[in-house]
């Protein structure tokens, strides 16, 4: 097989969204899960949410259309499946999609406790993939039962289809050893055999080309990659029978994975060109051997290309490639479906965007531009221009306010803030809180009457003023709770908040909610990200009257509830025509903006979320410190408005701090409150060890799971706590906060979690 023997293609996307148009795919699995369906019906949903996908990139002009891409879950999960690796715990379970549920999410089958497989974010993307675990009993199999389905749906449907594959370095890269064994990667030369059974099954089947997905090799995440990758695609490109081999990579560039992967007989190589230059591909010679499938369309953000700029970057790859094949940067897994289904958009705004169908449009245009020449699409480039010139000149996009605000805050420094000690000191002369004081994170339970005043405020069953005063019962309630439960540091629950990241974007100027705009988080679970357009900054108080009133209700510190600058950015859509640094710092004005309003209120404390700051890591090293800088300044501009007796918290949702450990303690909160309960408190020794002086709430259980823990248990977690921190520095709360969970156990445990700190204060 060579290129010139492998059928042709110009335009392609490297996969699609799942989950339904109108998230019929959600609907239907979560049906089947509390048995309202069977499995016939979800099959039969799931068959026409792919026979449309595929018809429609069909009719949009592309010449060679991904399959194998739709999941009942998660991609990385079938790959388990094909490659039979699910563990033996789930064995016994005889249904083949139970058993891939019980692989996802756990459960009891036949009376039998399941523990699901870990579920990690897909790089440095909102998507979650389910962690394959390799022991040492593990072997290879080859399964191919549902991509020979997905074939064979897409030929009955005359539709030639191009299958893809996670590649075995990413699947491996992305494992987690258990039972002992050593690290997965080992298992590489073993892996790559069923992966070239798996070719030539292909290949009898009369596929003519495969996509084997490889974005590891855009991270730091492997030592020798461009090794691996050689040594991997010499021995599959060099199978005698086997369909065409596209290695397609996306998230960042190919370092020395690009010369290595074009040394290798293969036939096409995928490069994002939005996340990575065009510079690196015209060092590597035998490129003029290959085809290239230039990612020019991003595939993961929701901007309207600009079709000058694609085109510019698509021309000189004519003359260094073989072939130039047109595609998204990635799998438009990551935006919404279409932007039909927004209809209150403002003219401007709908002009500036692409969902997945434009983007495919977008893709089929600048592959006939690069082949028919620029005046074969010049309506569309017309177009293209006159959105860039709109989106430009925009005044939402370049408010001289916001932006001589932040210059003036930053010139002048943008801390109020005396040394740690003193504000220690001021701040526990204004709290006079006990030792180990005890706190919650946020939420409280996100109960049913909750739930349905919302949706009686969407369908307009009650008014905003009936909506409000429920929402008020319910702080009263969350109020009265605490204090019965003896809680030092009241919070009032956030029943206000649909989600902690639009509830901010709905008040904040700067941000549009789009109406239908849902893409996969994972599983069944999506999300609306908000879209982050123009100049952000906040007309009027978000929080001030819900924590005022909360606060009015006891004598005891309610904490002032905010998300901070770096997460708002990691879950929403974000402008792409300036540095992510200077969008993060007029987020951050915005809330610094709020914290002292709330101070003036009387707030004597202020929690800025972080939970994503870890997320927003970029995959390659030498990037990483550059972020690390920015999302530090952008809290510490979000939080260093106030006075030293203003005690400010951060929480950040994960226990594995790694390379994120010296930011948080830059971060410099006056309390930090983290995941610990699974780690057995070894964060602690890691903050230690990076100089961290500051208060620090190390959850003492986890709200992941509906257990209660006991007393003993938490006295034993804050013992151990103690080992590492002296009382005065240490806080009582759980891992996270409380909004998933059910009342009574969050009753329950929040008992037990008061009176084990009291036990452990009665020691000091
Ligand atoms: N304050 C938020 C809550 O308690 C924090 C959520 C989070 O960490 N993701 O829900
Ligand atoms: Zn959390």
Redesign the pocket.
Known sequence: MTTQSAPLFTATVLGSPRIGPNRELKRAVEKYWSDKIGRAELDAVAATLRGNTLRQLADAGLDSIPVNTFSYYDHMLDQSVLLGTLPPRVAGVADDLDRFFAAARGGTYDGVDIAPLEMTKWFDTNYHYIVPEIGPDTTFTLNPAKILAELDEATSMGIATRPVIVGPITYLALSKAVDGAGAPIGRLDELVGIYADLLELLADKGVGWVQIDEPVLVTDNVDNAGALAENVYSRLGGLTKRPAIFVATYFGELTDALPALARTPIEAIGVDLVYGGVDALAAVPELAQKTVVAGVVDGRNIWRTDLEVALAKLAPLLGLAGKVVVSTSCSTLHVPYSLEAETELDDALRSWLAFGAEKVAEVVALSKGLSQGREAIAAEVEASNAAVASRKADPRLNNAGVRSRIAEIQSTGASNRGPAADRHAAQQARLNLPPLPTTT???YPQTTEIRVARADLRAGRIDATQYEQIMRDEVAAVIKLQEELDIDVLVHG?PERND?VQYFAEQLEGFFATQNGWVQSYGSRCVRPPVLFGDVFRPKPMTVEWATYAQSLTTKPVKG?LTGPVTILAWSFVRDDQPLADTAAQVALAIRDETVDLEQAGIAIIQV?E?ALRELLPLRSKEKQEYLKWSVEAFKLSTAGVRDDTQIHT?L?YSEFGEVIKAIADLDADVTSIEAARSHMEVLDDLNAVGFGNGVGPGVYDIHSPRVPATDEMIMALREALAAVPAERLWVNPD??L?TRKNDEVIESLRHMVEAAKAVRSEQ
């Open positions: 994170i946020g939420s956030e902690m509830m979320d939970p929480h949702c996270c906060g909004k």
